[in-house]
């Protein structure tokens, strides 16, 4: 292996602002990848983490769980990748490989002891405490890494490994295409990459978006309709309307008022991961036979399945791309939706 050290951005304590450092990446085992990191987005997840809002967490950490690069060198037994490959890490890097979960390709379920390994802050098989994708290097085992079609450019396929394999989990699932009318909550990370496949995939789409504000931008993604919450009149003139609604935020919603846009059969899933617990009437679910679901990211195989369908589709993320010294700057803008629609850090600048 040609690296060990490599320089990174890592959170040294709860709260506290990121700072460039090294951290050491194991040697490459024979099914492990050495990937040299050309970007990383900047998912919310990250700063909820990074500020101890999701239980206590071992620092220094480094972040990052969308990340794209190039192969730089692989182990002897590898046989999914060669060096010079465009490849993707997403939300983890292993898992126990032996549950029903993972026998089925749904790796993000795992149900093994130690469940799906984290990209970051998780520990490995190896008793390590894995790093993310904001720094210059990463191995990785070649099972949990994605090829990233030529059709996509780098930097705007970063985001897709998360906030696109999330929002195209659950369209895949409750089956969006032609005939379906899908919903929207929030026109964000996760939401703009909804509206995106879904057009893709034939719905019909519309965006729910506390304001008029990005109602252009909405259009222009895909959108056949734009409506905002913060006039109750779209609940009227929406109710019984949907098949699919994806909630994209992770705000404080009345969710019995969303559940009542659905119609009979109809289906919410809860993607954003509110501070506070949201209260349900049952009167909003058996009413009209409506589920309340939840979902999360996506296993391998889809996951590559979403890449493949992106380039086919010419899909990627609207992002805004940075140098690593402004981390900090980005995850105050995040807190207040200043980025339409991913930041994405040129690694080469770490």
Not at 82 to 88: I, M, Q, S, Y
Not at 158 to 171: D, E, F, N, R
Request: glycine share 12%; charged share 20%; net charge negative.
């Amino acid at each position: 292996m040609t690296h060990t050290t490599v320089h990174a951005y890592a959170a040294p304590a709860p709260k506290a602002p990121l700072e460039r450092t090294t951290v050491t990446r194991r040697a490459l085992g024979e099914h492990d990848i050495l990937i040299e990191i050309k970007y990383s987005g900047i998912c919310h997840s990250d700063i909820h983490t990074v500020r101890g809002e999701w239980g206590h967490e071992t620092f220094p950490i480094v972040p990052g769980h969308e990340i794209a690069g190039v192969v730089a060198e692989v182990g002897a037994g590898v046989t999914r990748h060669a060096p010079g490959d465009r490849v993707g890490v997403g939300c983890f890097v292993d898992s126990c490989r032996e549950c029903d979960n993972c026998r089925a390709g749904l790796e993000q379920y795992c149900t093994g002891a130690s469940g799906p390994v984290g990209t970051y802050a998780a520990t490995g098989r190896d008793g390590e405490f894995t790093q993310g994708g904001y720094s210059t290097h990463i191995v990785v085992d070649e099972n949990y890494v994605l090829r990233v079609p030529d059709g996509i450019p780098l930097d705007a396929a970063a985001p897709l490994l998360c906030a696109g394999i999330t929002v195209y989990s659950p369209l895949a699932h409750w089956q969006a295409g032609p005939g379906k009318k899908v919903a929207v909550i929030g026109l964000g990370g996760l939401g703009h990459m909804a509206v995106k496949i879904a057009h893709a995939m034939g719905a019909e789409v519309t965006v729910l978006s506390q304001s008029l504000r990005k109602k252009d931008d909405g259009l222009r993604l895909g959108a056949d309709h734009y409506h905002a919450t913060s006039d109750p009149a779209t609940f009227e003139a929406l109710a019984d309307g949907f098949d699919l609604i994806l909630n994209t935020v992770s705000a404080d919603l009345d969710l019995n008022a969303f559940l009542g846009l659905l119609r009979t059969d109809g289906v919410m899933v809860q993607l954003g991961a509110p501070e506070n617990p949201l209260p349900v009437v049952s009167g909003s679910l058996f009413r009209r036979r409506r589920t309340l679901a939840g979902s999360m990211i996506g296993g391998i195989r889809e996951t590559q399945e979403m890449l493949d369908f992106c380039a086919e589709h010419g899909i990627a993320a609207d992002i805004e791309l940075i140098d690593a010294d402004r981390i900090n700057e980005a995850y105050e803008r995040v807190l207040t939706s200043d980025v339409r629609y991913r930041f994405v850090i040129d690694a080469q600048t770490i």
